[in-house]
């Protein structure tokens, strides 16, 4: 029980609306979709009085409840697969708590009471199973979860199709204890909002990021512009990116090929000149980092040279993390297992050490990107990783020994299938236009264009790709947006190729400013992915080029400016 306490603690003006948030069932506040810092053992408590009812449903730990005529006051996240997130429906005629994951959204505790002045609850999770109190009182024990592990959810007032709260509600936090008996134990809190009637009056959803916090843009990096003895044998003597994008020709009328840079500019990435010069010119036009491509074997690197000459440098002033692009190397440069140029193989502890310890001077490096002092790893395919959860267990936990949080880890969703979440990355990032087209959500965008042999190829029509990106809400939690400049790997495939037509630097400049807005009002988030800063033959690159000179980064710079999140 909580009386004691209780009484001691919230002399809150209960009868009074003032203080307090009007949720008119048609918005809500998102903070954070959810904290996997803390899971399974958490308390929300808040004041509230609705002001309609709800549909009281069974209690359960499987299945998917009928969510009509639900009012959340928070909406439980989406856990994927294995884990799922908490969230409280509340009505004049009783209150639900709900977990939420893949074709799972049971109801883990149902209570019927009438809730019609303002009342104080609390929902204490203890080893994945709730608790109810009102008004300091204990009520009722509900269903302990089956999923692995539940997380904390921060969309305050429900989601549309799902149901949003209506009535008042204010003094909302979320702890980060399940305390036995008194409040004395709840010692750390994870977030407080006190709730105005001056807040949201609108019906737009609200992204509760700092205001002084701008939207940082990341540029996926590749460094394939150098030889490489590897390369010179598989594909012949000074073979670069370059060798590809030079002899790419057009396949249909008004085809853009092939991709000349800016001035003929074919750069060498072993030059430190040419790489500082790529920094100034990222850094002038908004760009805040570069995601550099990582290519790790089982103990042998490749391409490595401009990432450790920056480290051996410390230049250029310019920040910067790493993407694992897992995949083997093959002949047909998408990951195929056929024609085995170089093999994966992730190997044991002492192999997954041995690749920690060249992490370690990398995310050492005041330059690296971290997010809560862990450095963020983005790893390309992790669902063919044997063992991948062991794997990033032991990183993390060896992350914390040289002095860091742990480490920040993203999935990359991409063009190819997922077979599960896996438990410890803490976000997902959109690689796109591939996100949208493994979800089969592009499939209006097919064109037919006539080639020079009368022959007809298949493009993609980059408006309805960029349309479909516009519309879609995060399927998982705490993922990370997502922008492509152009998409055309010709030089790369050939008639096989993959050519998206229409794009322009003013679209551009058009979605990526959309893109920005959705990566605060929907995402929640800091950062936002481009794809790419120079995947030349795969035509999707930023740096200048021939036909359209600087137009592309002005864009940039000008959706920055637009949305507010350009940095002076």
């Not at 069974?58 to 969230?87: C, M, R, W, Y």
């Not at 920040?319 to 995949?327: D, I, M, Q, T, Y």
Request: proline share 5%; charged share 25%; net charge negative.
């Amino acid at each position: 029980m909580f009386d004691s306490s209780y009484s001691k603690r919230n002399d809150l003006h209960s009868n009074e609306e003032d203080n307090a948030a009007f949720f008119n069932g048609r918005r809500n506040l998102l903070v954070k979709q959810m904290w996997f810092t803390t899971k399974n053992s958490f308390t929300y408590e808040f004041w509230a009085r609705p002001a309609d009812t709800i549909q009281i449903v069974k209690q359960s730990i499987t299945g998917v409840t009928d969510l009509q005529g639900q009012k959340f006051i928070i909406f439980p996240g989406h856990g994927g697969e294995q884990n799922a997130g908490i969230g409280i429906s509340l009505g004049t005629n009783g209150i639900i708590v709900f977990e939420h994951g893949s074709n799972h959204f049971p109801a883990i505790l149902v209570y019927k009471m009438s809730i019609k002045t303002w009342t104080h609850i609390m929902i204490v999770l203890k080893n994945k199973t709730p608790y109810l109190y009102i008004n300091g009182i204990f009520i009722k024990k509900g269903k302990t979860s089956i999923k692995a592990e539940l997380y904390p959810s921060g969309i305050i007032g429900g989601m549309d199709k799902y149901g949003y709260y209506k009535g008042y509600l204010k003094d909302l936090s979320l702890w980060k204890d399940s305390p036995e008996n008194n409040y004395e134990n709840m010692r750390e809190i994870i977030f407080r909002w006190k709730g105005s009637n001056d807040e949201n009056k609108d019906n737009t959803q609200v992204v509760k990021l700092d205001k002084q916090t701008k939207v940082k843009l990341i540029a996926f990096y590749l460094p394939q512009f150098h030889e490489i003895p590897e390369n010179n044998m598989w594909w012949g003597k000074g073979f670069t990116e370059w060798t590809n994008t030079k002899k790419a020709e057009p396949l249909f009328h008004e085809h853009y090929q092939p991709r000349i840079p800016f001035e003929q500019n074919y750069y060498d990435l072993t030059d430190s000149s040419v790489r500082n010069w790529q920094a100034e010119l990222a850094k002038s036009f908004g760009i805040y980092g570069f995601c550099y491509y990582h290519y790790w074997f089982k103990g042998k690197l490749l391409l490595e040279t401009p990432l450790q000459e920056v480290l051996k440098l410390s230049e250029p002033d310019f920040p910067f993390c790493l993407s694992w692009a897992n995949e083997p190397w093959t002949r047909k440069w998408d990951g195929s297992e056929n024609e085995v140029l170089m093999p994966q193989d992730y190997g044991d502890e002492n192999d997954w050490q041995e690749h920690f310890e060249y992490l370690k001077q990398v995310f050492s490096d005041d330059r690296y990107i971290k997010v809560d002092g862990k450095p963020i790893f983005l790893i390309y395919r992790p669902q063919i990783i044997p063992d991948c959860d062991k794997m990033l267990d032991y990183w993390d936990d060896l992350a914390k020994k040289s002095g860091w949080n742990g480490m920040y880890f993203i999935e990359t969703l991409n063009g190819f299938p997922k077979k599960k979440l896996f438990k410890n990355f803490q976000a997902a990032v959109e690689f796109e236009p591939h996100y949208t087209m493994a979800l089969g959500e592009a499939d209006n965008a097919w064109r037919v264009m006539e080639s020079f042999e009368h022959k007809s190829k298949h493009v993609l029509d980059y408006d309805e790709v960029w349309s479909n990106i516009l519309d879609r809400n995060p399927i998982l939690p705490n993922t990370i947006p997502g922008a492509f400049v152009d998409w055309d790997n010709t030089a790369r495939l050939g008639q096989n190729s993959t050519v998206y037509e229409g794009a322009s630097p003013e679209k551009w400049k058009d979605y990526l400013s959309k893109q920005l807005i959705r990566a605060r009002e929907v995402h929640n988030s800091e950062f936002l992915f481009i794809n790419a800063w120079n995947e030349w033959a795969e035509g999707a690159y930023l740096e200048p080029d021939m036909k359209y000179g600087f137009n592309y980064l002005e864009a940039v710079k000008d959706a920055l400016i637009q949305t507010k999140n350009y940095k002076l």
